[in-house]
């Protein structure tokens, strides 16, 4: 208690004295204050030797001093690097923005054909933003899309080989993206599917691998990532490629029955090609007509993206076949017969429909042999004769039956004349 009765007095005269300072500060003129000049600052220890360096500051203790060079700077990591830049991808506000553009594509369940070559749009977006799931997912699902147009013209000595190695690639491609993308979802413990299990069974099929192709559609099928009649669609065309006929057709009905009307024609499709290996030519010839009737080529290219090679050779065949064009579908039959991949049965269906196709033979094309057209002559000249004779007697035979007729009518004139002139009286 008592020093701080003691400190009270010391505080009151300290706030006194700054007080009294400021009140004279005050009286001062503005103009005599600003000219009062600062003092100058204090040089720093060894400022002459720091300005000989060009430190601009105090001579540090080390190699400077010394004279002796320093060693080369380590590399460091710039202040603006990101995790997303240390990744090997853009700024995170780019990549977000690309993947939510992505993400708004992916929402539509509907499928486009297009006409990307390699390096295309999403392929560059994969690559620069490589742990965002929707691009990688996009860049799949553009890849699997693309159109590989069949050559014109094909026929059985056509070689597809550049058209195979090409297909072959971009299917690895969209399955390695298509992993990447699964690996950043499990990293992330983000529980959406972004309808990569689909996509993924439809890079198997077309690739020809029915067997892995069957299992990620069902676990798809489980885990309803996407619309069920597109995935029933595809494990009808699994089921038919195996020979199961009986559980393809009950998946392509169920298919055709739950697709809405915008994406119907590739169930038409599907359930035509089933009835037809099925046996039902004229429901599927029915079906097959339909489709092809309201297409404009846009469904059965979307269908062909999901198709092995040989397949899709066939599918082209049986709508020439139903259209009636004759020439390009056995070209393409022809095309067909000379795969490999086609078994015993298909190959047997496939020579029934070109045999249906051929015309029969007729005389119209000419001789089929050196002396066919001198047959044919003599007999024509013998048949012509025949006729010619014939009809003369056939003349003769009325003629003489007119002239009987006539002399018979006159005989019966006369006689009944003869009568009457004997009923005269005398």
């Not at 690996?183 to 069974?201: F, I, V």
């Not at 309803?224 to 038919?240: D, F, P, T, Y």
Request: hydrophobic content about 35%; glycine content about 8%.
């Amino acid at each position: 208690m008592t020093r701080g009765r003691l400190m009270i007095p010391t505080l009151l005269g300290l706030s006194l004295t700054v007080s009294a300072v400021e009140a004279e500060a005050k009286k001062l003129p503005a103009s005599e204050a600003r000219s009062v000049p600062l003092p100058p600052p204090r040089e720093p220890p060894a400022w002459d030797r720091a300005n000989e360096i060009g430190n601009g500051g105090v001579v540090p203790e080390g190699p400077e001093a010394t004279g002796v060079k320093p060693s080369e700077p380590k590399q460091l990591v710039e202040a603006t690097a990101t995790v997303w830049a240390l990744a090997g991808s853009r700024s995170w506000t780019g990549c977000s923005n690309v993947a939510a553009e992505a993400g708004k594509q992916l929402s539509g369940y509907g499928e486009e054909v297009n006409n990307y070559r390699e390096n295309h749009h999403w392929g560059i977006q994969a690559g620069e933003c490589p742990n965002a799931p929707e691009v990688l997912t996009m860049a799949a699902r553009s890849e699997l899309l693309r159109r590989f147009d069949l050559p014109e013209g094909l026929d059985g000595e056509t070689d597809l080989s550049l058209l195979e190695s090409s297909v072959s690639e971009s299917r690895a491609q969209a399955i390695a993206w298509i992993d990447d993308a699964q690996t950043e979802l499990q990293r992330r413990r983000d529980p959406r599917r972004l309808g990569l299990e689909y996509w993924r069974g439809r890079a198997l099929l077309s690739s020809g691998d029915l067997v892995g192709a069957r299992a990620a559609l069902e676990r798809a099928l489980r885990r309803a990532s996407v619309e069920g009649w597109k995935l029933r669609r595809l494990l009808a065309l699994v089921e038919l490629y195996e020979g199961n006929l009986e559980a393809a057709l009950v998946l392509a009905n169920r298919a055709f029955l739950d697709s809405p009307s915008s994406d119907r024609l590739g169930s038409y499709y599907v359930l035509a090609l089933v009835l037809d290996r099925a046996g039902d030519q004229g429901g599927a010839r029915r079906r097959m007509g339909i489709a092809l009737d309201r297409d404009d080529g846009r469904h059965m290219r979307v269908l062909e993206t999901a198709m092995p090679l040989h397949e899709r050779l066939y599918l082209r065949a049986y709508a020439r076949t139903v259209r009636r064009e004759s020439s390009s579908a056995l070209r393409l039959w022809d095309a067909y017969l000379a795969r490999p991949e086609p078994e015993a049965p298909e190959r047997r269906l496939a020579e029934r429909h070109q045999t249906a196709l051929q015309p029969l033979p007729s005389n119209l094309g000419g001789p089929a042999h050196a002396n066919e057209g001198a047959a044919a002559s003599q007999s024509g000249n013998k048949k012509s004769s025949v006729k010619k004779a014939t009809s003369k007697k056939a003349t003769k035979k009325a003629t003489k039956t007119k002239t009987s007729a006539k002399v018979r009518r006159k005989v019966r004139a006369g006689s009944k004349l003869v009568t009457a002139r004997r009923r005269r009286p005398a």
